[in-house]
C-alpha cells in the first residue's frame, strides 16, 4: 500500500509499506521537513535510518509481555500497529495517511486536538477489556509510545494530555524516582517536567504532562546526533553542542548549561540511564525553529533501584566512582568531572537542598513496599551525593 509521511500537513516523504515494512525507494517530497536521523553522516537521505527511525515509533518488542498482547489484539507484530493508528504520536507532529486519506488534514486527526481512545492503551499496559476492539479504538498515542515499562496515555479532566507510567522493580521504586527527580530539579530552579505518584488498585505509576504541543515537538538528542561523525579530538559531550550548533540551534551556551544542570541532577539522584533518547530538543514544527533544551523528564533509573538490601551491604553505594553513567561517560564520577570542566555548576545553589532527604524519606513512606531500612540507606546516600557534588563543585 501507499503511504504519505507528513509534518503536520506538510506531505515529506512518498513510500510503500506492507505489514510495517517500508520497502522500495520512497519519494523524497520535502527535504527540510524529514527528521534529522533520516540522513546519513553525508547528508543524503538514508533509507535504513528512514526505517529504523519509523519503526522505532511502534511499542517496542522488548517491553514485558507484549507478544501476548499483540497476539489478544490479532496483529502480527508491533510494526503492525503502526499503520493502524497512522503513526499518529504525542512526542511529535509526524504521521502518514494513505492515497484514500488524501484529503484528511493534521487537525482532523491529531492527538493534542482530538480526544483519543484508551481501549488499546489499556490492552499495552496490560488490562484486557470485555468488549472487542473496534476501529475507532485504534486511533490511540499509546501505539507509538517506546520503552520497556507499561506506558499509557489519558485526559484528565483539565483536558491535559497525562501519560502514566509502571515500574518493573518489585519494591516499585521508579514512580517515586521520577518525583525524587522533579523534587530536585525544582529546589535547583532547572526546567523539569513535574511528575506525581498515582496509586490503582495497590500498585503505584508516575504520572507527567505531556511536554510537546500541537505547535512544538520533542526531537530527540539522537536525532542530532546521528548525521553527523564525531572527531577522535573531541569530547561526547561537545560532539553534541557542535552537532547542535551545525542544526541551526542558536543559544548553544544555554544548551550547555541546561545539559550541565541535567548532568548534575542525574549525578545528585544517581540516575543511571540518561541515554540520548530520554533528553532532546523542542522545536516548532511549522517554522522549524529550534527552541531549546526541553524540559528535564525520565529519571526512574535512579536510586539503585535494582539493588536489593544484599547489595546495599556489600558493595559501596555511595561512591560515584562505581556507578554507571550515560551519556557522555561510563561512570558518574568521571561524567561530573567532564561536564565541570565546560560548565559552571556553581551557579546551582545547593543550599536549597537542605533537607531533601527528609522529603524522600516522606515520599518513600508511601510506598508498603520500601521498608524502613531501604528507606534510611537510600536517603542516606541522597545526603551523601549532594555533599560530594559540593566537593566536585568546589574542586572545579
Known amino acids: 500500500m501507499k503511504y504519505t509521511l507528513c509534518h503536520k500537513d506538510i506531505p515529506v516523504i512518498r513510500f510503500e509499506s506492507y505489514d510495517g515494512i517500508i520497502f522500495k525507494n520512497p519519494e523524497i517530497l520535502s527535504e527540510e521537513h524529514v527528521m534529522p536521523c533520516c540522513f546519513d553522516r553525508n547528508g543524503k537521505f538514508s533509507m535504513d535510518d528512514f526505517k529504523e527511525w519509523w519503526l522505532d515509533r511502534a511499542v517496542p518488542l522488548s517491553r514485558k509481555n507484549i507478544r501476548e498482547r499483540l497476539h489478544f489484539l490479532n496483529v502480527l507484530s508491533n510494526r503492525s500497529l503502526i499503520a493502524k493508528s497512522m503513526g499518529l504520536s504525542l512526542s511529535d507532529h509526524y504521521w502518514m495517511k494513505t492515497e ?8 482532523e486527526v491529531n492527538f493534542f ?6 481501549t488499546v492503551g489499556d490492552i499495552l499496559f496490560g488490562n484486557h477489556p470485555d468488549a472487542p476492539v473496534s476501529e475507532k479504538d485504534w486511533s490511540s498515542p499509546d501505539i507509538t509510545l517506546n520503552g520497556y515499562l507499561n506506558k499509557k496515555w489519558f485526559i484528565d479532566e483539565k483536558g491535559t494530555r497525562v501519560m502514566m507510567k509502571g515500574c518493573s522493580s518489585p519494591q516499585q521504586q521508579e514512580p517515586f524516582n521520577e518525583v525524587l527527580g522533579s523534587l530536585v530539579c525544582g529546589r535547583l530552579g532547572i526546567e523539569h517536567v513535574p511528575y506525581r505518584i498515582m496509586n ?8 507527567c504532562p505531556c511536554l510537546t504541543t500541537k505547535d512544538v515537538e520533542l526531537v530527540p538528542a539522537w536525532s542530532v546526533i546521528a548525521t553527523r561523525r564525531k572527531s577522535n579530538s ?3 559531550f561537545d560532539h553534541l553542542l557542535d552537532c547542535c550548533r551545525e542544526s541551526g540551534m542558536k543559544d548553544t551556551d544555554k544548551i550547555r548549561d541546561g545539559i550541565g544542570n541535567m548532568i548534575a541532577m542525574d549525578f545528585i539522584i544517581s540516575n543511571v540511564d540518561r541515554h540520548y533518547n530520554n533528553f532532546g530538543f523542542l522545536r516548532n514544527s511549522g517554522t522549524l525553529e529550534w527552541l531549546g533544551l526541553a524540559p528535564v523528564f525520565d529519571c526512574d533509573h535512579s536510586m539503585f533501584k535494582e539493588n536489593c538490601m544484599y547489595d546495599f551491604k556489600i558493595m559501596n553505594p555511595f561512591s560515584s566512582k562505581y556507578t ?4 557522555f561517560a561510563t561512570r558518574q564520577y568521571e561524567q561530573l568531572k567532564r561536564i565541570a570542566c565546560r560548565c559552571d555548576l556553581s ?28 528507606r534510611d540507606i537510600l536517603c542516606s546516600i541522597l545526603k551523601s551525593r549532594v555533599r560530594e557534588f559540593e566537593r566536585r563543585v568546589e574542586k572545579g
Open 234 to 236: 573531541a569530547s561526547y
Open 347 to 374: 551557579r546551582l545553589n545547593t543550599e536549597k537542598l537542605a533537607g531533601i532527604e527528609d522529603d524522600l524519606y516522606a515520599l518513600l513512606s508511601e510506598n508498603p513496599r520500601i521498608e524502613e531500612e531501604r
Open 100 to 107: 484514500r486519506q488524501e484529503d484528511l488534514s493534521w487537525h
Open 200 to 207: 490503582a488498585n495497590g500498585d503505584f505509576y508516575s504520572a
Open 324 to 327: 554507571s553513567a550515560k551519556p
Open 113 to 118: 486536538e482530538n480526544e483519543f481512545s484508551g
